[in-house]
């Protein structure tokens, strides 16, 4: 089974930067380039919002509207991690974030259904 696991939320002020990390690891082999990896949040009484997505390691990367030029996603294939950078984060970013996979390419890459696994979440939290 595919296990998933963020880390590097936290705790900072508005107009701050955080970089959210997601390890994957639990199939033999596995390989980043294989998989569509999205990052989603989920703050109090809101329902899963898909933020970005990367495919192909890189080859596909997309953002929701409300974080681009804020947000940038990437990936290490030797680490088999990716990774979201945050900057001038706001209290709307505020929200327990998500990584999640799915073999092959997604066409829709910020729908929760179209995923396959999850990790834990990793708590960011936006306050002055």
């Known amino acids: 089974q595919l296990q998933l696991v963020e880390s590097g939320g936290g705790l900072v002020q508005p107009g701050g930067s955080l970089r959210l990390s997601c390890a994957a690891s639990?199939?033999?082999?596995?390989?980043?380039?294989?998989?569509?990896i999205g990052w989603f949040r989920q703050a109090p009484g809101k329902e899963r919002e898909g933020v970005s997505c990367i495919s192909g390691s890189g080859e596909s990367i997309k953002h929701v509207d409300s974080v681009r030029g804020r947000f940038t996603i990437s990936s290490d294939n030797v680490k088999n991690t990716v990774y979201r950078q945050m900057n001038s984060l706001k209290p709307e970013d505020a929200a327990v974030y998500y990584c999640t996979a799915r073999f092959g390419r997604l066409s829709t890459c910020l729908m929760t259904s179209n995923y396959a696994y999850w990790g834990q979440g990793t708590q960011v939290t936006v306050s002055s």
């Open positions: 639990g199939f033999s082999g596995f390989r980043l380039d294989y998989y569509t």
